[in-house]
């Protein structure tokens, strides 16, 4: 039933086949057992198998999963998912997760996640929420793409470490205006394309009256991956796609946010026919965003530099704590009151690790049930 709260207890890596959700509201708590840790990875299908578009699909509902770790399939197969997790008009809550993406499959894994609303939103009078918060994302291709008319992207400490862009916005104009808003707030980012990326809704050549707004505070851009030589070569911070600033399709708000020096690009315009040059540095970064709101900003060699001289360049020795900083980095006491910037990888690093169970089941007193009677609960993740 809607409401549901799901204690999913295991350990080793389990497979699953891809699961469906329609009109529902579901929280999923993902418990270790003893052995070796969880892990869920799809079912593997035979070699007629039909192409899934996801492992996770939700649709007009909600899926709030914490603890989860969710790997793609390590073998490139007819039928596996395009994304771990794809939803239209729905709420997804993510906490203390672990998506690991595909390391060998880049023509049928697309990425992570994929967030869609539209408007008007049937049977459903809720805002559409995507919320992920102490969780670590990495994959090849894309980290989270938002395809949306309406609602709300919140991200706060959390890792995002993609060989592709990390978060792919794909706003919707609804007629001069542009609903979607994004707060992401310490996260770091370490992408070898964009760690945001901003494509124009180009449906229409109006000036939008009411853009996207972006809050983005605390954040690292850390390092790119370099899994093969040359790779990063085009790490950018902020590319915008199509003509973004002319329409004024997006809102800026940066406060405290740090770009390591090995970031290639801090800004990426391509297609915008008012410009010549598709990449900018410091200097265009500050023209651009003169009528935004963008505070101390931290650039340079002595700007941003990790414990680990350099990434490792292998899913499997790339952990949370690969991106904590080296404590006489300036990143470390940058944002206002001397705190650092970024993830805290130790709280991600122990908030990934599915919780030791006590593989005792619950169980609500007689005397608790006449008084206190046990209610599904709405709004999940609120």
């Known amino acids: 039933p809607s409401g549901t709260l799901i204690e999913a207890v295991g350990s080793g890596l389990r497979s699953m086949t891809p699961a469906t959700i329609n009109s529902k509201d579901l929280r999923i708590i993902f418990q270790q057992a003893p052995g070796v840790p969880l892990k869920l990875q799809p079912k593997s299908a035979d070699s007629k ?11 007009e ?19 596996n998912p395009s994304w771990l997790v794809e939803s239209t008009n729905s709420t997804l809550v993510f906490n203390g997760c672990r998506l690991q993406g595909s390391d060998t499959d880049a023509s049928q894994h697309r990425g992570l996640i994929r967030w869609m609303t539209t408007i008007p939103i049937l049977n459903n ?5 995507l919320i992920c918060m102490d969780s670590y994302l990495a994959s090849i291709g894309c980290g989270i793409r938002v395809e949306a008319e309406q609602g709300n992207l919140i991200l706060k400490n959390s890792i995002i470490a993609i060989r592709g862009d990390g978060l792919d916005l794909r706003p919707v104009r609804s007629g001069a205006m542009i609903r979607p808003a994004l707060l992401a707030e310490q996260v770091t980012f370490s992408c070898t394309g964009s760690a945001i990326r901003f494509q124009a809704d180009v449906t ?18 850390a390092p790119p991956l370099v899994f093969t030589p040359g790779e990063g070569g085009q790490s950018t911070f902020v590319k915008l796609v199509g003509p973004v600033l ?4 997006i809102e800026w708000c940066g406060i405290s946010n740090g770009v ?27 023209k651009t965003w003169k009528d935004a709101i963008e505070e101390r900003l931290l650039t340079g060699d002595k ?14 020795k790339l952990q949370p704590v690969s991106f904590e900083l080296h404590p006489k980095s300036a990143a470390s006491t940058w944002a206002e009151g001397g705190l650092p910037i970024g993830a805290d990888v130790r709280i991600v690093g122990a908030a990934v690790l599915a919780k030791r169970a006590s ?22 993740g609120f």
């Open 49 to 59: 198998g039909a192409n899934v578009s996801s492992l996770f699909l939700v649709s």
């Open 61 to 79: 509902g909600s899926l709030e999963l914490t603890n989860a770790s969710i790997e793609a399939s390590s073998v490139a197969r007819p039928g």
């Open 125 to 129: 009078l809720r805002t559409p929420t």
């Open 204 to 221: 229409s050549s109006d000036v939008v009256t009411s853009p996207m707004r972006l809050f983005v505070e605390r954040c690292m851009v």
């Open 246 to 249: 002319q329409q004024k399709q």
């Open 260 to 286: 390591a020096t090995q970031v290639v690009h801090l800004l990426h315009r391509n297609g915008d026919p008012n410009v010549a040059s598709e990449a900018t540095g410091i200097n265009d970064w500050n």
């Open 303 to 316: 700007g941003i530099y990790l414990n680990l001289t350099t990434l490792p360049d292998k899913w499997s």
């Open 359 to 380: 593989m005792r089941p619950t169980v609500v007193p007689k005397e608790d049930l006449k008084t206190k009677p046990v209610l599904p609960k709405r709004g999940v």
